[in-house]
């Protein structure tokens, strides 16, 4: 099992994280208007709440390992004095325009009908909910015989769940919008095409109806 610390120095030395995480802070920041609020879901090291409040958003934290609780207070401690990161004990204690969940957070999650009607309580009426998951298309993965093996599941009901101590779930962007139905609508995915093909993660925007 890796600390907080272990975590947040490994994601923050390699490339490809950092490309994916300023791919999707740029995504988020773009979408809020000025001074708008958010929530960081599954908020890790705090990294990208300390990205949105230095851009002027205040950012409610949830983030349910204790050890990646305990490196945010110390990466945000700053923001935290300041109240512009609010840490919270559970998701539905605010309402905000916004809810961000990086690096495969939801993929981490089997119910997704009942995660975005409780998120549906938290994002304002034509707020937002930006999510980046593993992609079932990455052919990247197709080395890995758990890959191979899922692949009917994949193409026959659109999930599959590697068996795994954290269980990962992997998930078509067509079934998380219909998890997400009629709460919100599936905006935008990213990358689309042969994207699909050459990318670890997605990008699912959501637009609160």
Known sequence: MHTGEHYHVFIQTSRRDRRVRSQF????????????????????????????????????????????????????????????????GWPLACKVHAVTANFAVLNHIDDHVTLFKDLSRVVRKDGFVLASMLNP????????????????????????AIPSESRIHRFTPRVVAHAAAPYFRLERVTPRGMGLATNLYIFLLFRRT
């Open 25 to 88: 802070q740029s995504m988020v920041l773009s979408r809020l208007a000025k001074g708008a609020d958010i929530l960081d879901f599954g908020a890790g090291t705090g990294i990208d709440a300390k990205t949105y409040a230095a851009n002027g958003h205040a950012t409610f934290v949830y983030e349910p390992s204790e050890a990646m609780r305990d490196y945010l207070t110390q990466h945000c401690r700053e923001e935290i004095a300041r109240n512009t990161v609010v840490e919270i």
């Open 137 to 160: 298309f990455y052919l990247g993965d197709a080395r890995y015989g758990w890959w191979r093996k899922n692949l009917v599941n994949l193409l026959r009901h659109g999930r599959y």
